[in-house]
């Protein structure tokens, strides 16, 4: 086993996502039912064998770095961790300025670990990954750089960085969220994106860290400044992330990354989550996905009155520990711990977080709610949006988001 530290960026605003991230860095949002989105990420790094791994995070990260202190202990007598690392102002009184200024700031790290190869993964997206196929296919070929790549649809493609490859998977040409972005030859409609996952040889990445610090130009950012640079100069390969196989995945899940970077993307990623056979599966025992666990007890559905339409009743949802569906009805729904559906409530393809409270004879469409919300009786939200958008915020998709706090009464 190559000695690999992972470093993961999670010190992103999300802005995108807001008023999700209005109180927490996007990484820490929850996804799921009761993971957060870094789960998924770190998952990837432990189930593949690697557990050295540093988390940069800078953006309102105290619910970021309370999760991986409670949730992700691994056995030091390993030598194995997974670590929060807050902005330390190394440098003097500035914060991140990009990418691959966040890692440049952190190059101590590096050198006191003393890896082979340091992978720089994002931790904002969902996805299952075996790193260890994309180690294998770096080492293969010699590269000093290899990014791992999907197809996206080209009316997508410019809110990635978009890659040219050669016919042995050497990058080409790279051009970050450009304005007409280049289709894959033979593939018209379709562009090959950069997943943000990067494998570096240490000594090719400190070197190019370095250069790019000095460089009073550089806006300091892996796609916009680091990959194209080092085309020419250095062995860059593309991981086509289709070919990476996990134990026991349904084949409709191969290839499956979520960037969830948007209201709409974050809710179309959870419905995926809740069809009977769904396109990214939370149930694969071999490719477990890990978290912190409280301690709830077993979710619980009483009354069972047909007659007066009083039944405790969920249907294509996750429903997670603790939650009580006492009388309502659930339709395409993701429920987080202790949610509570009281009698006649009618909820459909909404994301109730932590401690979300439905009142009796309630309504509600096409929402996510935040942690510990009480939606009173009788209220009704998500189907009339030119009033919903007076009273919380409506995405692009007509998704109704109401943040921690809100006034509901």
């Given at each position: 086993m190559q000695n690999l530290l992972a470093m993961i960026l999670a010190g992103g605003v999300g802005s995108r996502l807001m008023p999700l991230t209005r109180d927490r860095a996007k990484p820490a949002v929850p996804f799921g039912g009761r993971y957060r989105i870094i789960d998924f990420v770190l998952s990837n790094f432990v189930n593949s064998g690697f557990a050295k791994i540093k988390v940069l995070t800078q953006y309102k990260s105290e619910s970021l770095n309370t999760h991986i202190s409670r949730g992700w202990r691994l056995s030091s007598i390993l030598d194995q961790y997974i670590e929060a690392v807050p902005a330390?102002?190394?440098?003097?009184?500035?914060?991140?300025?990009?990418?691959?200024?966040?890692?440049?700031?952190?190059?101590?790290?590096?050198?006191?670990?003393?890896?082979?190869?340091?992978?720089?993964?994002?931790?904002?997206?969902?996805?299952?990954?075996?790193?260890?196929?994309?180690?294998?296919?770096?080492?293969?070929?010699?590269?000093?750089?290899?990014?791992?790549?999907?197809?996206?649809?080209?009316?997508?493609?410019?809110?990635?960085?978009?890659?040219?490859?050669?016919?042995?998977?050497?990058?080409?040409?790279?051009?970050?969220?450009?304005?007409?972005?280049?289709?894959?030859?033979?593939?018209?409609?379709?562009?090959?994106?950069?997943?943000?996952?990067?494998?570096?040889?240490?000594?090719?990445?400190?070197?190019?860290?370095?250069?790019?610090?000095?460089?009073?130009?550089?806006?300091?950012?892996?796609?916009?400044?680091?990959i194209a640079s080092m085309i020419e100069s250095h062995r860059v390969f593309v991981y086509d992330f289709h070919t990476n196989v996990i134990p026991d995945q349904p084949e409709q899940e191969h290839g499956y990354w979520r960037d969830v970077g948007s209201l709409g993307s974050y809710w179309q990623s959870s419905m995926d989550l809740v069809s009977v056979s769904p396109v990214f599966d939370l149930y694969n025992r071999r490719w477990p996905i890990r978290t912190h666990y409280d301690h709830n007890p077993p979710a619980k559905f009483v009354h069972d009155d047909v007659a007066g339409n009083r039944v405790g009743l969920a249907v294509n949802s996750i429903v997670s520990d603790g939650c009580i569906i006492s009388g309502g009805r659930l339709e395409r729904c993701v429920l987080f711990p202790r949610c509570r559906v009281n009698s006649y409530a009618h909820v459909t393809e909404s994301i109730l977080f932590d401690g979300v409270q439905i009142g009796r004879h309630a309504k509600v469409r096409r929402c996510i709610i935040d942690k510990d919300l009480v939606v009173p009786s009788g209220m009704t939200i998500g189907y009339n949006l030119e009033e919903d958008r007076a009273r919380f915020h409506v995405s692009e998709e007509g998704i109704v988001v109401i943040p921690k706090g809100a006034g509901l009464g």
């Open positions: 330390q102002q190394r440098l003097g009184p500035q914060w991140y300025k990009g990418s691959a200024d966040a890692i440049y700031q952190n190059i101590t790290i590096i050198a006191d670990e003393n890896p082979d190869l340091v992978a720089v993964f994002g931790g904002d997206n969902i996805y299952k990954m075996d790193v260890r196929q994309m180690v294998n296919f770096h080492a293969a070929n010699g590269a000093h750089l290899t990014v791992a790549a999907i197809p996206v649809p080209l009316h997508e493609a410019s809110d990635f960085g978009i890659i040219q490859i050669d016919e042995n998977q050497r990058m080409i040409g790279f051009e970050e969220k450009p304005a007409n972005p280049a289709p894959m030859p033979g593939r018209p409609g379709w562009a090959l994106a950069s997943m943000g996952n990067y494998l570096f040889d240490t000594g090719v990445l400190i070197k190019v860290l370095t250069e790019d610090a000095e460089n009073p130009m550089s806006v300091h950012d892996f796609g916009k400044s680091i």
